[in-house]
């Protein structure tokens, strides 16, 4: 099981967090601020950090930024998450190694969800989804293939299946007997 440190210093955010990745079956470390982050990273030695970017004592920058020069956290993933869209800010990020950078009033808590299972390539390949077969599609007769006694199944011609009768809707008495203005509709009445 990958273990994640979140590291956020508005402590409800934090929490959220981590409750919505341990619910993903990951085990959930957290830090209050850049400097915090630091110890518990050589401590825990996590294999991801969800990280924001501005917080007091060390910025998220200067933290991934000491995280890549320490040979114990070096190898480490990190997704830096801002509030900071400027262009500048995403470069920054990345060329002190983040391996994504999210901004956070672009993204919801699954797609970081998401992000994290990418960035950790834990998820396998989402299975092929068969296409959605129409209402008049589903009624119409398929062909069955049928090949001929000696003949192979690819030279099989179609051979169409007899229809099945469908049901007729059931009916109360009183609805089957026509109304002639005399008796109540309502019988209970």
């Known amino acids: 099981m990958s273990k994640i440190m979140v590291v956020e210093d508005d402590a409800s955010l934090r929490e959220i ?29 996590p294999d991801l950090i969800l990280s924001d970017v501005m917080m ?12 890549r020069t320490t040979p114990e956290t070096a190898n480490i993933k990190v997704i830096m ?21 999210l901004v956070k009033s672009q993204v919801g808590i699954e797609d970081v969800i ?6 950790l390539g834990d998820r396998p390949a989402p299975a092929a989804v068969p296409a959605p077969v129409s209402q008049s599609e589903a009624q119409q007769p398929q062909p069955a293939m049928a090949a001929p006694a000696g003949q192979s199944p690819a030279s099989a011609q179609p051979v169409m299946q007899p229809e099945m009768p469908q049901p007729m809707p059931a009916t109360t008495p009183l609805e ?10 309502n019988p209970a009445q």
């Open 176 to 185: 089957s007997q026509a109304y002639d203005g005399t008796a109540p509709v």
């Open 17 to 45: 967090y981590g409750i919505r990745i341990t619910a993903e079956g990951y085990d959930v470390v957290s830090a209050g601020d850049g400097e915090e982050a630091l110890a518990v990273a050589v401590r825990e030695k």
């Open 114 to 119: 998401n992000t994290i299972h990418e960035v």
């Open 81 to 101: 998450m801002t509030a900071l869209s400027a262009e500048d800010q995403r470069q920054r990020g990345e060329r002190l190694g983040a391996d994504r950078y």
């Open 56 to 67: 007091p004592k060390i910025s998220g920058f200067d933290m991934l930024d000491i995280l």
